[in-house]
């Protein structure tokens, strides 16, 4: 009875032994994938702060662009009046000068 027991204690205690060293391989992978996870934590906070930073300099170039397009268009629309003008005074003068070709011909008819 006393050899099976004291069989039986050493196996408990060769299973305790396993054990415990299993639980110190376990504590190091924890500890391990804590640090991993860490890791990914501060790689993930790197990450989203260059996208905000990709948004903001993206919402600059979107404002600089349209800031370019605004002066374009007025430059455009002041373009175009001074053409408009023009326009008006050349019809103007063609009119001028076609009354003035009338009035060459009446005085032409007259002599």
Do not use: C, P
Request: aromatic share 6%.
């Amino acid at each position: 009875f006393v050899q099976k027991t004291e069989s039986s204690l050493q196996l408990m205690t060769q299973r305790a032994l396993e054990a415990e060293s299993k639980v110190e391989m376990l504590k190091q992978e924890i500890f391990i994938l804590q640090e991993e996870l860490e890791s990914s934590k501060a790689e993930n906070e790197n990450l989203r702060a260059g996208q905000m930073t990709d948004r903001e300099v993206v919402k600059h170039d979107i404002d600089f662009a349209l800031q370019n397009l605004y002066e374009i268009i007025m430059g455009a629309n002041w373009s175009i009046e001074q053409l408009t003008s023009g326009a008006e005074s050349l019809y103007f003068v063609a009119e001028i000068l076609k009354s003035t070709g009338k009035i060459s011909e009446v005085e032409e008819e007259k002599e």
